[in-house]
Structure formats: C-alpha cells, structure tokens
C-alpha cells in the first residue's frame, strides 16, 4: 500500500477484497468494511480527499506519457469494470471516484441493451471498439458480463453458449492485459434489504425519479437466480492477470473508498514517472527570456 492510504487501512484491499479459490458470494457482508481501519464515515470522508490528489496525479502521470512518448508510453491504460445489481452504487463510484479526475483522460461507456447492429455480431463486438487508449482510463458501466448474467437469468442464450462465453472472456481480457491494460473488476455487492430501501427512495424522492426503472423491480425478483449468476462469472473469470474484487456497497463511502484504493494500487504498480521533455529545456528557456 501506498504511504498515504496505509494510515487509514489495517489491512490491504488487494487482498481482502479479491476474488480466490474457494471464494463464496454468499459469504460477503454487504454491510462490511474489511480492511478499513477508520470505521466512521467521518475518517472514510478524510481517506477519500486524501486520496483525490494522488489518484489526479497518478492518472496525470499516464496520460502525459502517452501524449508525451514516442511509443505512447508503451501503451499502457487502465480498465475498471463495475458490475452490480441495481442501485449498488455505480453511478457514485463514476462521480465521486473517477469524477475527481481529468475528463479528458477518461473514457466512460454505459452499457445498455444491444441494439440490432450488436446483435448482429459476437458479443464482444460492441466491448472491443470502446477499450481505452494508451493513457486513458476506461470505466465500464456494466461490460460485457452483461452476455453471463442476464443471458443467464433469463435463458437468453442456450447453456453450452453462456458456458463458452467465460473462456471466450477470458482470452479477450488476457489479449487486453498482454497489449497493456490494467484491468480492475469490480462487483459491488449490496443486501436484497437495502436495494430494496434504495428502490424506495426513488420513488419517495421526486429529484430521484428519473433513475427509477419499473423493470427494476421485475429483475429484483430474481434476486437469487442474479446471484448464483454472479458467483459463476466470478469463479469462471478471476484470474491472475484480471482478478475480481467484490467490494460490498452497503455503505456507499466504504465501497467509494475500496474502489478508489484499487484504482490508486493500479496506477502505483505501472511505477510511472514524468515523460521527460522532448526539446532542450535550457534553449527554451534563453528564447523565451530573450522575448
């Protein structure tokens, strides 16, 4: 762990939260906060400023090497991947996470439906033309385990195809990480009760509306076909080069928190340093005095 984060953790969420052997959904407390040694929302407030600058510089770090380097930096870029049920939260991680960067190094794709040009083609169609850039970081709103959970939950797809589609993921991430991209996945994991009560505020809060989906309510009710959905995908696609960590998002601060910890861990291990310049510093600077 970095030096700044390390003060607010007791435990590294690398580890904590990571996908392994033997792992088990069920097993996650949404309402948990492994590894945070703060435990009050007030401490998390002050790990997540404090973490701000260092994020912004570290994403500045790589996009300046890409813009700045012959080889655009050796290519590399970063991919987070957010997967949950609804309102876990995602939209909160893209605001208050990724928000605090710079807009023009990110690149965002919501994921929604297929349209009939998408489906004209392999799943992975749509998902390959919007990977990041070098320098970039991506954030995929929902992914392409889109085409393993709801074609899953609602036989959208025969059995021995879905079953395909984790190798097929596999090799497609593999491919992504060889070409130099690092990529976090993210699953935040929340209690049926508390989408529940988040479903509820929509609908009690006018200012809310807009995100309430009707549909939402019919997907709830396959809560539990979602979630050994989820466990297969998880257990078929953590691998070394690409793991899972499922953050639990019952106190959105924490899963706020987690996520930006992760991307934070991401950017340090590519050890990125300042492109140097492309022109002699101390003639640049005589012609300008000389102004």
Do not use: C
């Not at 097929?168 to 593999?174: G, L, M, S």
């Not at 990529?183 to 505020?201: G, H, P």
């Amino acid at each position: 762990m970095s030096g700044l984060n390390q003060k607010f953790w007791d435990s590294d969420p690398i580890e904590t939260l990571r996908v392994g052997p033997g792992f088990r959904l069920a097993s996650v407390d949404p309402d948990a906060t492994p590894g945070f040694d703060g435990v009050v929302k007030k401490n998390a407030d002050k790990a997540l400023a404090s973490g701000v600058g260092l994020l912004d510089s570290l994403q500045e770090k790589l996009y300046a090497n890409s813009r700045a380097s012959a080889d655009d930096g050796g290519g590399r870029k970063v991919l987070l991947v957010l997967q949950a049920m609804d309102t876990a939260g995602k939209g909160g991680i893209v605001r208050h996470v990724v928000g605090s960067v710079d807009p023009q190094g990110v690149r965002l794709t919501a994921f929604k439906a297929p349209t009939a040009e998408e489906r004209a083609h392999d799943f992975l169609w749509r998902v390959r033309s919007r990977v990041p850039g070098p320098g970039l970081i991506g954030v995929f709103d929902r992914s392409h385990y889109e085409d393993v959970l709801i074609a899953r939950v609602h036989e959208l797809a025969p059995a021995e195809e879905i079953e395909a589609r984790y190798g097929q993921i596999r090799q497609f991430e593999q491919d992504l990480v060889d070409d130099g991209t690092t990529i976090v996945k993210v699953m935040l994991q929340i209690s049926s009760a508390d989408q529940k009560e988040r479903l509820l505020e929509r609908l009690e809060r006018p200012d809310k509306h807009w995100k309430y989906n009707p549909g939402d309510v019919d997907e709830r009710m396959r809560w539990a076909d979602y979630q050994t959905a989820y466990q297969l995908a998880l257990e078929r696609t953590s691998t070394p080069d690409a793991p899972w960590f499922v953050v639990p998002a019952g106190k959105k601060w924490y899963a706020r928190l987690a996520v930006q910890h992760l991307l934070i861990d991401a950017l340090e291990r590519l050890d990125l340093d300042w492109p140097p310049a492309a022109f002699d510093v101390d003639a640049e600077k005589a012609r300008l005095a000389a102004t």
